[in-house]
């Protein structure tokens, strides 16, 4: 009977509201829901038609009363209503039926400035929530892979989302030092586009190009490398047309946004303290985000920093995670939101 009641009660809530996808986590239910962040509305109005997997499946594909839209741009909202009924969608899916709006943790990249903080608060707020914290994505992706953040030994995570990449340092609890690029998955895609126009003189979508960066994309030589047929319009006839690509050409097109993340990387390093560049030297770095799981990646971190790389066991979930095992400790969890607001 008290379980009956307990559960007409407020669950708390973890958001991962990423640039690509959102992930959920309910407490002592672990993550839930796992959607892209794309909302349909129909033209001209805010009228909400399909959210998630349903919307992007119409990406580049609707009627022109139709527009697919993703409401996150760089990891910060882009479009502020859309956002909001995109929370809203997210968070009545996973709490219906309770008596207590819930409190939401949202973990938001280091980089965003007060007004972006104060937009991301204000959404989940109107999107149905009790109390909102906000908690660097560094922060909560190193608690979500179960890197040791309270001892007094430096740990250092690269999360690579899809609007940014995340790095930082942290050491008893806090970050030591942090840098946020807006670079990520969405780059790697916009790069793959602009590589097929300038070599190959064909026009694909954005879905195409993250399925070749997820079929062939590499950061380092492969053992064996792919190939893939990629369907397209021809630029100079307006044709439908179909051509075969190498893993090598789009390695050398993802050359430039991976020099920038590894650029950011060794500023990174550099900025640490000598004790807790003696822990690294053991420890390594660790690697989380979509962007973590392009081929070869840690292998091209490690031959640039000279560090152990590791690659965290579930890197998409990683973010979500973390903001589900800080609802555990609301002390600390009061603690980093503080901090980042």
């Known amino acids: 009977m008290f379980a009956q009641l307990k559960g007409l009660f407020s669950n708390d809530i973890g958001i991962d509201l990423g640039t ?13 829901l796992r959607e892209p962040s794309v909302v349909a509305i129909q033209a001209g109005t805010n009228n909400v038609l399909a959210v998630g997997e ?27 209503d859309v956002t909001g009924a995109m929370l809203r969608h997210f968070i009545q899916r996973v709490h219906h039926r309770k008596l207590i709006a819930p409190r939401v943790v ?68 806090g970050i030591v030092f942090s840098r946020s690029l807006r670079v990520g998955g969405d780059e790697f895609d916009e790069t793959t586009v602009a590589h097929m126009k300038r070599a190959h003189n064909l026009m694909i979508g954005e879905r195409t190009a993250e399925e070749i960066k997820i079929r062939i994309g590499s950061a380092y030589p492969l053992e064996q490398e792919l190939t893939m047929d990629v369907k397209g319009r021809d630029l100079s006839t307006g044709l439908p047309k179909t051509i075969t690509v190498r893993s090598e050409e789009i390695r050398e097109a993802l050359k ?17 303290p000598p004790e807790l560049a003696a822990d690294l030297v053991d420890r390594g770095i660790v690697m989380a985000g979509g962007g ?17 790389v590791h690659i965290a066991d579930d890197p998409l979930t990683a973010v979500a995670e973390g903001t589900g095992r800080v609802l555990q400790e609301l002390s600390f969890l009061k603690r980093v939101a503080s901090s980042s607001s």
Request: overall charge negative; charged content about 25%; aromatic content about 2%.
């Open 292 to 308: 973590a799981l392009l081929r070869g990646i840690d292998r091209l971190v490690a031959e640039e920093t000279f560090l152990p």
């Open 106 to 173: 949202v973990a938001v990249p280091s980089g965003i400035t007060e007004v972006e903080k104060r937009a991301v608060k204000d959404s989940v707020t109107h999107a149905g929530a009790r109390e909102v914290y906000l908690i660097e994505q560094p922060m909560a992706s190193a608690i979500g892979v179960g890197l040791p953040v309270h001892e007094p030994a430096g740990n250092m995570i690269v999360d690579i989302g899809g609007g940014t990449c995340e790095m930082a340092i942290i050491s008893l609890a």
């Open 54 to 80: 349903e919307a992007k499946r119409m990406l580049g594909r609707t009627p022109g009363n139709i527009i697919a839209i993703r409401p996150m741009k760089d990891g910060v909202i882009a479009d502020f």
């Open 20 to 32: 690509a996808n959102s992930l959920v986590f309910v407490r002592d239910r672990g993550i839930v």
């Open 256 to 272: 430039e946004p991976l020099s920038s993340i590894l650029e950011a990387i060794r500023i990174t390093l550099e900025r640490c």
